[in-house]
């Protein structure tokens, strides 16, 4: 397996086997699009999977190989040419000299920032008027009735629930429609400015100001960036939060000679609150640092640990005031970020019944409480754990810790149920080609009080908002995003595993020209998709929206890395590209 240089590529057979694997995954498991795989059982079926995994695994070889050639000759031709991004004068210089022939250059030139957000804007507005006062997601109702109500739970961190609280107080002065809208347009307004930041970002990183438009309508007529921005969600504000975070961590590995406290300060303020946002905030920053600790030199070590310091400090004053995590006793344990093993037990008391001790029976019952009329094997569903966390939000940890020494021992006698599980809850994360109904772009209502049911949300407070436009109207715009995300190439664009494919590339650019300092930039995008694979639900796009969003400024990064000679980026002497 060698390339046109005449060179075996490890690269590019390391990615075609992972290609391949994520890819039969998919076929094995998915029910939404035609399966070679499926057509065929038992030995035949396995056969048929490692045949199908070695042509696509030459194939994804060869396109590969092909690819990384043509990256290698363009960076050869384009060999002191200087450094790429960051020289504004020369780029001034240059688009003055042809801005009489492109009035387009000329317009960015002068208004490039305001013509990014305008493009976004103006794709968003029909959101924005068609959905008026905007969508409430279940998860937004929730929490601003955890507030209301006080019946706080694990379920959200108490501090964007304030927040989504307090804004809907000061629009609800009016009336509850301004409640709803008042979010909407503090959400709205956010993410644009984040987008716009992003595309200038890139465009001072060398990215071509062509490609930056392109990138104002990837995040304009894609509906899931309009959908998100224009409903009151749990991750309202976490997913701008995130790019901020990886925005300045790209700052600090650029930083000559370098880190600035600035930056560093602003680092640590953006990780603050994205601790505070969401749980698994702590995972990401924690992790980025710590990496990140690594490879600075000595004397930006200490900044680093100061990061950690604010960001540790921070957390447990946080936690100690509950804006973190609510409604778990000290002697319980929230079961929440337990969703792979409690698939894997639904699925073998759903697979093999019989193999389970009456002794066993009873610890799985006092963890997951159920009515006997409602057995867990009944509940199961290989792509959401939704339906199983709702039958223990919280344990007493005795009865945690009895029930994860079983669940050890159940995986030990049929380990193939517990592989099986985790593929069919994971490989829409990992493969483009699946398609999962979780794809879709948004809940398009507003949740009621009274659609819990009578008697659950009744009178608990004021939340009685009503659309204005036509139903009619709302639904066009919705099957309009329905038919992005069941239409390739257009659901593509809305398919996780794409993006995490696109990563994987990148990453395996900058391993490949020996750009490892680099690699600290993905770290974040990476524990996205760790947690990602330990949530829930099957290729759930809000969950990986960070990936979508970071994926075009980590390409600018990649490309600004390949051609820079910046000397914390390139440690080591990229490899000779042969003529």
């Not at 690699?519 to 974040?524: I, K, M, S, T, Y």
Request: charged letters at 15%; aromatic letters at 14%.
């Amino acid at each position: 397996m060698k390339d046109q240089t005449g060179r075996f590529s490890l690269a590019a057979l390391t990615l075609a086997v992972i290609f391949s694997a994520a890819t039969i995954a998919a076929q094995c498991f998915s029910d939404n699009f035609p399966s070679i795989v499926q057509q065929f059982s038992g030995t035949t079926a396995v056969i048929v999977a490692l045949l199908l995994g070695l042509v696509l695994a030459f194939t994804f070889y060869f396109i590969l190989t092909k690819t990384f050639n043509f990256v290698d000759t363009r960076l050869a031709e384009q060999s002191g040419r200087g450094e790429p991004g960051h020289t504004e004068a020369h780029t001034r210089t240059h688009l003055h000299k042809l801005s009489w022939l492109n009035p387009l250059d000329r317009l960015m030139d002068q208004y490039g920032t305001l013509v990014y957000a305008a493009i976004i804007l103006i794709c968003w507005l029909p959101w924005l008027v068609v959905f008026f006062p905007g969508n409430v997601y279940s998860d937004g109702f929730r929490m601003i009735y955890d507030i209301k109500n006080e019946a706080f739970s694990s379920w959200h961190p108490l501090f964007p629930a304030l927040i989504l609280s307090a804004l809907y107080d000061l629009g609800n002065t009016i009336n509850n429609n301004l409640g709803v809208f008042t979010i909407i347009i503090v959400e709205a307004v956010l993410n644009l400015a984040v987008y716009t930041y992003l595309l200038k970002k890139m465009e001072r990183m060398g990215t071509s100001r062509r490609l930056c438009l392109a990138g104002a309508l990837f995040f304009g007529i894609v509906p899931l960036f309009a959908t998100i921005s224009t409903t009151v969600w749990a991750d309202a504000f976490y997913l701008p939060c995130f790019i901020i975070f990886v925005i300045k961590l790209i700052d600090c590995l650029l930083a000559d000679p370098a880190i600035k406290t600035r930056d560093a300060l602003l680092m640590a303020l953006v990780g603050v609150l994205l601790c505070l946002l969401r749980k698994e905030g702590i995972y990401v920053c924690a992790a980025t640092l710590m990496v990140l600790f690594v490879v600075v030199k000595a004397w930006e070590k200490l900044k680093v640990v100061g990061i950690l310091a604010i960001l540790g400090a921070s957390y447990l004053l946080s936690a100690t005031l509950g804006l973190t995590t609510t409604g778990v006793d000290d002697d319980r344990v929230s079961l929440e970020m337990l969703s792979i093993p409690m698939q894997q037990t639904a699925r073998y008391l759903a697979t093999y019944p019989d193999d389970v001790s009456t002794a066993e029976q009873e610890i799985i019952n006092g963890v997951f409480i159920y009515s006997p009329n409602v057995p867990i094997a009944d509940k199961y569903n290989p792509w959401t754990a939704d339906a199983i966390k709702g039958f223990g939000l919280s344990v007493p940890r005795h009865d945690l810790e009895d029930y994860l020494a079983i669940w050890v021992h159940m995986g030990i006698r049929h380990p193939n149920v517990y592989i099986d599980s985790v593929l069919a809850s994971t490989y829409g994360y990992y493969s483009p080609l699946g398609w999962l109904d979780q794809y879709g772009t948004g809940p398009y209502e507003i949740i009621k009080a009274d659609s819990y049911g009578p008697g659950v949300y009744d009178d608990v407070f004021d939340f009685e908002p009503e659309y204005v436009a036509d139903e009619h109207l709302r639904y066009l715009a919705s099957r309009y995003a329905f038919y992005w995300r069941i239409i390739p190439p257009l659901s593509w664009l809305s398919t996780p595993g794409l993006y995490v494919w696109i990563l994987l590339f990148l990453s395996a650019l900058l391993i490949r020209r020996r750009r490892f300092p680099a690699l600290v930039a993905f770290v974040p995008a990476f524990m996205i998709f760790l947690i990602c694979l330990a949530g829930p639900v099957n290729g759930f796009i809000r969950y990986a929206a960070p990936l979508l969003v970071s994926a075009p400024l980590l390409a600018a990064f990649t490309r600004y890395c390949l051609h820079s000679q910046n000397h914390r980026l390139a440690r080591s002497k990229p490899p000779q590209i042969a003529e």
